[in-house]
């Protein structure tokens, strides 16, 4: 565990330093609650059916589509509605012809973040290389960014995998990681720092994971929750997305030490297990908690294991990386 502590710890320093309401176009209404009171059961019971993304205390954000408000409620009939419908300014934007995310909003629309990758992959053939690894369910192309001094070598060096909007209407994560990746690869032609990281590392970046959700800042991937679709081991063969089957085929093919699937959500730093409150086998928490300690010192963000920290959710992204590989994934 210590070489990929060290290698994580070395790219994590640079990381972080309502009612009515109907679907449009196929992008489903989706609401936020805040449940109170409840007691674990209960509250396990509502993850499993959907999606929480903030925790405070007792109280949890819940996000939940308008189809399935009257399922929710029979749940949680106490529940405070929060948010009428979370992406009602964006869907507007859609509607009006303005796609999201686009120029009026300052965010990069999918069509950039493909432009972007093959600009900067043609621009420095030495140290990237741009790796399509399928397609969407609508069409739309998945496409990776190896970053690194020896992908033309053939010498092997620990890799780290960084994704971003998994869930499509999180779209800031993807603007972090294209500024993170355009300033390692400008900071490996001039700066120490960056060029020792590109020499004994390689890193990988997904900016959009789920392009189709993406690119209607629909958070679900074709009405399914991405991060809750990986297999992981009380259900091995899950059931992913095609985004996601995509992503599982391309890391079967490179597989990394260490992974971060940025969110937008809750200010936390998380890892497995989150399918269940058990905790991972000591020689791993300790891992975990010494990585995900030191990142939170420089964000403030709290961090500790997913089921603990806010609920059990099945089916992630670092569950199935942990599992599969014994990847030190995190999200």
């Known amino acids: 565990m210590n070489y990929k502590k060290l290698a994580l710890l070395f790219l994590f ?22 449940v109170s009171g409840v007691d674990s059961f209960k509250i396990d019971e509502i993850a499993g059916k959907f999606e929480i993304v903030r925790r405070n205390g007792n109280s949890f954000q819940t996000i939940v589509p308008e189809n399935l408000r009257s399922s929710f409620l029979k749940l949680a009939p106490h529940a405070k509605l929060l948010t009428a419908d979370i992406a009602a300014e964006s869907r507007t934007a859609f509607l009006e012809g303005r796609i999201a995310p686009g120029a009026s909003t300052g965010y ?7 432009t972007i990758l093959t600009q900067v992959s043609q621009g420095n053939p030495n140290i990237t290389k741009l790796v399509p690894y399928g397609k969407s369910k609508q069409g739309r192309p998945l496409a990776a960014l190896r970053v690194g001094f020896h992908l033309n070598d053939g010498k092997p060096v620990p890799r780290i995998m960084l994704t971003a909007a998994t869930h499509g209407d999180e779209i800031i994560t993807t603007e972090v990681l294209l500024s993170l990746m355009n300033s390692v690869i400008a900071g490996a032609k001039n700066n120490p720092r960056f060029k020792n990281m590109l020499d004994r590392h390689e890193i990988v970046f ?18 399914v929750d991405p991060n809750r679709s990986y297999p992981y081991p009380d259900d091995i063969k899950g059931s992913p997305t095609a985004s996601i089957a995509g992503e599982l085929s391309f890391f079967q093919a490179f597989p990394a030490i260490g992974t971060i699937d940025f969110h937008a959500y809750s200010g936390l730093i998380m890892y497995p297990w989150g399918y269940t409150k058990a ?4 020689q791993f928490k300790a891992g975990f908690e010494n990585v995900t300690s030191k990142m939170a010192t420089t964000n403030g963000y ?16 670092a569950d ?11 999200g």
């Open 279 to 282: 905790p991972v086998d000591p």
């Open 13 to 34: 320093s640079v990381v972080f330093g309502s009612q009515g309401l109907t679907e449009y176009r196929g992008i489903p209404a989706l609401s936020s609650y805040v």
């Open 206 to 223: 997904i900016p959009v994971v789920n392009p189709d959700g993406f690119a209607r800042q629909d958070r679900y991937d074709n009405g």
């Open 108 to 114: 990069h629309s999918f069509e950039d973040v493909l």
């Open 302 to 317: 709290k961090h500790g294991q997913i089921s603990q920290i806010i609920y059990v959710a099945k089916g992630s992204s």
């Open 320 to 330: 199935f990386y942990f599992w599969k590989y014994r990847t030190l994934a995190l």
